[in-house]
């Protein structure tokens, strides 16, 4: 899944029906947090408690900034257990891994190589 805004879960259960939701989120397996704003991110505990009650002994793989770990972290002591549901990859790592090196020398103008 994209990005998990307000009403996510909601908006799954209405499109599927709330029989069908239950096979959806069986079969989610990451959910991808492309930055931080809530618009971007606050429907995703509500996605986690649904896929719990589907799943429960199973986690879902979280690529997300590494930062949302305050958010879920002050909603996980504050409200409700959530941090047992997800596997966090910090998408910023991804991007390590695809350019390992730093690139510094990178020309700038209208003779500037395209890298």
Known sequence: MLDCGEG??????????????DTVLGKLRAVF????????????????????RTL?????????????????????YSFEPVLQEFVLVPNGDLVRLLH??????????PQSAVL
Not at 8 to 21: A, N
Not at 57 to 70: E, G, T
Not at 100 to 109: E, F, L, N, R
């Open 8 to 21: 996510t879960y909601g908006q799954l259960v209405r499109f599927y029906g709330p029989k069908e939701v």
């Open 56 to 76: 429960p002994q199973s986690s879902v793989y979280l690529i997300a900034p590494k930062q949302i770990m305050s958010w879920l972290k002050l909603y996980h």
């Open 100 to 109: 390992p090196y730093p690139v510094t020398d990178i020309a700038v103008g």
């Open 33 to 52: 947090i492309s930055h931080l704003h809530a618009d971007h991110h606050i429907g995703l505990v509500g996605l986690l408690k649904g896929r719990k």
